[in-house]
Each structure stands twice: as structure tokens, then as C-alpha cells.
């Protein structure tokens, strides 16, 4: 069974698919290489990693061993807080590198942070003019942080990536960002495992004939943000891309959203004075 995932056109006319794998807390390369196979068997496309993770070498000799083209994968890295500022285009250099890599696809900014916070966007907008990003973003982004990155940048972010899952539905967000031509990007769209025992996804998981983790995949589908699950099970990772043989209806959809608590697995973003006091 291969993926079908949906392929997403971003504000700079890139294109993105909508479902991806996220490489996180995969790290030795024994298991990286299994699960970099599974998910590119299963027809995943989208890879999505960050310096932060420590994994980008591994990544990179994952896709190396796979041996395929580079046009037929899309790969994300971000810039980590300790690298945020001017240096932001040192540490990108060095991820290609161990991604072994002349381009990632998508470059964030992983955290939003006060300190180097222009610094860091105009780095980006530079290294995608330099084509070492062919598209550029931020993760973590609440709406001030936009309003406040808008006030200065030259292009905007194309994609934010976030946490988002049914205990934390982010509606504010998604309005916002779809309103500003940004693709909202889910992080653990499985409230990193936390969600899947709900009564009401495991009554519609039911009905259905799907696993709660697909219920909630599709649930993020048919809200059109980007997700990218994480698991390091070949039977997961293929029943995560099996979500396109069905559809939730509007009462289902309703459901689900009705089961925000406001519920971070992360940490809060920084929202500081200085931006609430530009406004
Ligand atoms: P594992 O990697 O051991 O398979 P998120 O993507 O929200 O961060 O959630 C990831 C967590 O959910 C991981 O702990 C992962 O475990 C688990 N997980 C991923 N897919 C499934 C699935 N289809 N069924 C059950 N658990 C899953």
C-alpha cells in the first residue's frame, strides 16, 4: 500500500506534500536507515528533521544508503535557538553537509526567541536567495510573533510548524495562518501518543474500521494543515499513510475539535513584553 498524500502549493509556489515523517528521537543508524525505508516504501515523501535533534549525519547517510534521487524527497531541517542570529547560515552549511545535501527543501526557525530574533529571518531569506533553502518557515510561531516578524521581513514564512492535535486544535492559529497564505504545519499530530485512548475518537475509530491514530491523521487531512507523525514501527508507519480510503463526516469532524483542553506535550512559546509591547 502506498501513501496518496495530497501535495500542498506554498505561498513561494513550491510544492509540499501534506503528509510527512517526522525523524525525531531516532538516532542510531541502524534504526534511522529502518525507518527512512519503511516510510519511503510506504510512499512518504516529506522528512522532516532539526539540528536539535542530532540526527542530521544519520539522516543524511540514511538517504545515502537508500540510494534515490534527491528531486524525489523533500527534506525540512531547523535552525536550533543556540544557532539563531547571524550565525543561523554557518550552522545551515553545516547541516547540508551532514545531510550530505546541496538544499533542504523547507528551512525553519525552530523556536521563536527575542534575541536574534530579524537576525535570524534575514539569514533565511538570504540563504533561500542563495538557493541553499528553496523554501523558509518557522515552527512554534504564535500569531504576535507573525504580526511582529511582518513588521520587518521582506517575504514571509511559507509554513508554521506547530504542536497541534485534538487537545490542543490551535483554531486561532490555523485562521490566522490560512488568512496570511502559511501552511500550518502539525508537530506530534498525535499528541506524541497521549491522545489515541479518547472515548470519542476510539467510538469513531470504531465505526469506521481505522485505528484513533488514523481517525485523528485524517481528522488533520480534512482540516488541510500539513502533519508529519512519528513512529518508529514499520506496521505504524504504514498504517499512518493508510488514511485515504475513507472520510470523517461534519458531525465526526465537529467531534473531534470539540476536544481541545488547550493541552501542550511542549512548551509554551515565548511570548515576551517587548513583543506585546509593539502593539
Ligand atoms: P512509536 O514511535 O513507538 O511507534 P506524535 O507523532 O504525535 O509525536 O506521536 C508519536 C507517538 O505515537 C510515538 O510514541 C509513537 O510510538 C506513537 N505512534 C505513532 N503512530 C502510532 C500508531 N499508529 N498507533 C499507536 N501509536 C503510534
Known amino acids: 500500500m502506498e501513501i496518496q498524500s495530497n501535495m500542498l502549493t506554498l505561498a513561494d509556489g513550491n510544492q509540499m ?60 531541517t531547523k535552525v536550533s535557538e543556540a544557532n539563531q542570529g547571524y550565525q543561523s547560515a554557518i550552522s545551515v552549511k553545516e547541516s547540508l553537509k551532514k545531510l550530505q545535501m546541496d538544499y533542504v527543501d523547507l528551512l525553519l526557525v525552530h523556536w521563536p526567541i527575542q534575541r536574534a530574533f530579524f537576525d535570524t529571518w534575514r539569514a533565511f531569506e538570504e540563504l533561500k536567495k542563495e ?64 491522545v489515541l ?23 488533520h487531512l480534512q482540516n488541510g494543515v500539513s502533519f508529519i507523525p512519528k513512529s518508529v514501527h514499520p506496521e505504524r508507519i504504514q498504517q499512518n499513510a493508510d488514511i485515504y480510503d475513507f472520510s470523517l463526516s461534519p458531525e465526526e469532524m465537529k467531534t473531534i475539535d470539540s476536544l481541545n483542553q488547550y493541552a501542550r506535550t511542549g512548551r509554551e512559546p515565548e511570548l515576551t513584553y517587548e513583543y506585546n509591547h509593539q502593539y
Open 17 to 76: 506534500p501534506q503528509e510527512g515523517f517526522v525523524l525525531y528521537k531516532v538516532d542510531d543508524q541502524e534504526t534511522m536507515n529502518n525507518a527512512v525505508r519503511a516510510a519511503y516504501e510506504d510512499g512518504y515523501r516529506l522528512f522532516d528533521t532539526a539540528q536539535l535533534y542530532g540526527n542530521e549525519a544519520e539522516v543524511g547517510q540514511a538517504f545515502k544508503d537508500l540510494n534515490i534521487s534527491r528531486e524525489n524527497i523533500f527534506v525540512t
Open 131 to 194: 538557493g541553499l533553502a528553496k523554501s523558509i518557515g518557522v515552527s512554534n510561531f504564535q500569531i504576535i510573533h507573525l504580526q511582529y516578524l511582518a513588521t520587518k521581513a521582506n517575504e514571509m514564512p511559507v509554513v508554521n510548524q506547530v504542536e497541534l492535535h485534538p487537545r490542543l486544535t490551535q483554531k486561532p492559529l490555523l485562521k490566522y495562518d490560512e488568512e496570511h497564505h502559511i501552511v500550518t504545519q502539525a508537530w506530534s499530530p498525535l499528541g506524541r501518543g497521549a
Open 197 to 219: 485512548n479518547i472515548l470519542e475518537l476510539e467510538t469513531i475509530a470504531e465505526k469506521h474500521g481505522k485505528s484513533t491514530a488514523q481517525i485523528i491523521l485524517r481528522w
